[in-house]
């Protein structure tokens, strides 16, 4: 399954003290350094960034940490830090993409300088990452969660992860984050910069 959300707001992170386990922490790091060298779409995100003038430095502000049992990574705007949560990754796959998810957020607070409280700004960060950070690649949904469909399959389920990662950042119901979703949702899915359309599947 590919439930865990990654999201546009600070991960739901391990209360202050609480150690990290050191095989966790050890192997978060190994999938980390292995989708900075390997994952062509981390690499053309931190391209993007540069080019922006937002240059991210991989020990200042892309960390592994544990965090809480639904979220596998987050962006904090405040600490200019993308938490990768050691505990939920659980595979290099899923490194790869929640990076990616997570680095579309900083391109996002770099180019725009969202307002973090305004709902509509965080659904169109949240469509835009699920658009284009693989998670919705069709092969990937048909064969873990057993979908069927193609561009209209990758729409919903750009829909859904949005609207879940919106309930995972922000006190609302159900509707009111889908309701913030239909709102944005066509100008910020046409939206894939920095790429020119949205990526093909690995």
């Known amino acids: 399954t590919w439930a865990m959300q990654a999201s546009a707001e600070p991960a739901e992170r391990a209360p202050t003290g609480v150690p990290s386990k050191p095989a966790a922490h050890r192997l978060c790091q190994k999938r980390l350094d292995y989708a900075l060298r390997k994952s062509s779409y981390v690499r053309y995100m931190l391209d993007a960034m540069k080019r922006l003038g937002c240059d991210v430095q991989v020990d200042r502000h892309l960390v592994c940490e544990p965090c809480g049992p639904t979220v596998a990574g987050g962006f904090d705007p405040e600490a200019k830090q993308i938490v990768l949560c050691e505990n939920n990754i659980y595979s290099q796959g899923h490194m790869n993409d929640t990076l990616t998810h997570e680095l579309v957020h900083t391109y996002d607070y770099c180019r725009a300088h969202l307002d973090w409280n305004n709902l509509d700004h965080l659904a169109c960060t949240e469509i835009r990452a699920a658009n284009l950070s693989g998670e919705c690649f ?10 069927l469909g193609w561009r209209k399959h990758h729409q919903v389920c750009v829909r859904e992860r949005a609207s879940k990662s919106l ?23 046409r939206d894939t910069d920095p790429f020119e359309r949205i990526p093909p599947s690995y």
């Open 167 to 189: 309930l995972c950042v922000r006190d609302i119901s159900e509707s009111e984050a889908v309701a913030a979703v239909d709102r944005v949702f066509d100008t910020c899915f």
């Open 138 to 147: 069709f092969w990937k949904e048909n064969f873990a969660r057993f979908k």
